[in-house]
């Protein structure tokens, strides 16, 4: 059978499991995560002996070690994977759910009603907990999914493909509901965008590349993000001790997510006090600075002169881009040419501030005295998320259970006929 056969009859075999899954009880649904919670504890070796193919293959490749990071699947990464299951078992069911109901005047009640939007297809590169992730949140939201990961990651997914899908049969749902692609063949791929027909919506997940690749050859409606350049902007109200902690938490704690502060923006007040104390501790955590003019005197040893294609930039390693700004204004300003719509941060005590940058800045979250690597699905109470969507059709920001469905117009009548 060649590829594009073989993709076809995937997405026929998702199609006809996404009509069960549309109508499956909750408690089906929460038995089958329960199931992979159990799996997911109960087979960490063979999990780990699996991953470590991977590993090995992509170590002899010459991997980067921010993708290392990402594909190894360590317990923390299991024990996150198994938490996943579990938060969002214990979330209510979206499917079915009436959001509103409103009277007309010929008497007609009128109400709008969850759905699963049918088949996702996800496109990802290294990450195979994405695999669990995403498997986990369209079963809750009663999609099913074809999981197309990297080849970097085929042994850790079809091994986690294989608990899903025995999951899925001890829950009595059908076990393509979650598939993962069995070929590693880039032409998996451009059959998979042109079958518009039986998948409903693409995701990728990875770099800019995937994305603008996939968006350019898809039939088919398509969920993403280009990019993670993430700014936070220290105000001249601020308490200096806390947004150091933050700035830190930010680049240092993890500097290859898309979540990861890329530019600091530090009002003048406060720059020539502050910028020395951040040189300090993220210069000893092995920062280099990309700097402003005003900034660059401040920033130390391992600061050199911001080019203009250092403002926008997605570093994805422990490089940040500084620059000093006169006012609130003007660093809302530098986020709307350089910015993502990603997530953007304001740290300051000024309340007025703090709310009119909430309001004015457009990101797929906005936030006050916090760290950036907070927008992530899990961290914000989604339980998961199969991505960050920065375009505002159909979702904006982490795609949870509920955001992995749409709704539908259901109108109750006695009889009603229209004049």
């Known amino acids: 059978m060649d590829v594009k056969q073989e993709m076809l009859e995937l997405a026929q075999r998702a199609k006809a499991a996404a009509r069960i899954m549309a109508s499956a009880d909750a408690s089906s649904k929460v038995a089958a995560l329960d199931a992979l919670a159990y799996l997911l504890d109960k087979e960490r070796e063979a999990i780990r002996v699996e991953n470590a193919k991977d590993l090995e293959a992509a170590e002899a490749a010459g ?36 959001e509103r109901m409103w009277k007309r005047p010929n008497g007609l009640l009128v109400g709008k009603m969850r759905i699963p939007l049918g088949v996702i297809a996800m496109i990802y590169e290294s990450r195979p907990n994405v695999t669990v992730d995403s498997g ?14 990297g080849s970097e990651a085929i042994h850790s997914n079809r091994f986690l493909a294989s608990l899903i899908h025995k999951a899925l049969t001890d829950a009595g749902l059908p076990p393509d509901a979650v598939q993962v692609v069995p070929t590693t063949d880039r032409e998996a791929v451009t059959a998979m965008l042109k079958l518009d027909e039986y998948i409903d919506v693409i995701i990728p997940r990875g770099g800019e590349g995937l994305i ?23 105000d ?49 955590a092995g920062v280099e600075f990309r700097c402003c003019p005003a900034s660059l005197p401040l920033m130390g ?3 050199v002169p911001a ?37 953007e941060i304001i740290l300051t005590t000024n309340h007025i501030r703090a709310m009119r940058f909430l309001r004015e800045v457009d990101a797929s979250m906005v936030g006050i005295n916090t760290s950036s690597r907070f927008n992530d699905g899990g961290e914000l109470g989604l339980g998961a998320e199969i991505g960050i969507s920065t375009s505002k059709l159909h ?15 259901v109108v109750f009548g006695e009889g009603q006929v229209r004049g």
């Open 236 to 284: 001249s109200e601020v308490d200096q001790a806390e947004a150091l902690k933050i700035v830190f938490n930010a680049k240092v704690q993890r500097p290859g997510v898309c979540n990861a502060m890329e530019c600091l923006l530090v009002h003048q007040d406060v720059a020539a006090e502050f910028l020395p104390k951040v040189a300090a501790k993220l210069g000893a």
């Open 395 to 409: 979702s904006y920001g982490p795609m949870g259970g509920t955001e992995l469905t749409s709704t539908k117009f």
């Open 212 to 234: 603008r690749a996939v968006v350019a050859e898809a039939t088919m409606p398509v969920l993403k993000h280009y990019m993670g350049v993430c700014h936070t902007y220290v």
């Open 136 to 149: 986990v949140l369209c079963l809750k939201a009663g999609n099913a999914v074809i999981l197309r990961g």
């Open 63 to 98: 991997m980067d070690s921010a993708r290392m990071d990402r594909l190894r699947l360590s317990d923390a990464v299991i024990d996150s994977m198994i938490q996943a299951c579990r938060e969002v078992a214990a979330q209510s069911d979206p499917v079915g759910e009436v």
């Open 307 to 343: 080019t203009d294609k250092d403002w926008g930039q997605e570093f994805h390693a422990l490089v940040l881009a500084v620059k000093v700004v006169p006012s609130r204004i003007e660093a809302q300003d530098h986020i709307a040419a350089h910015g993502s719509n990603h997530t």
């Open 301 to 303: 040893e391992t600061a």
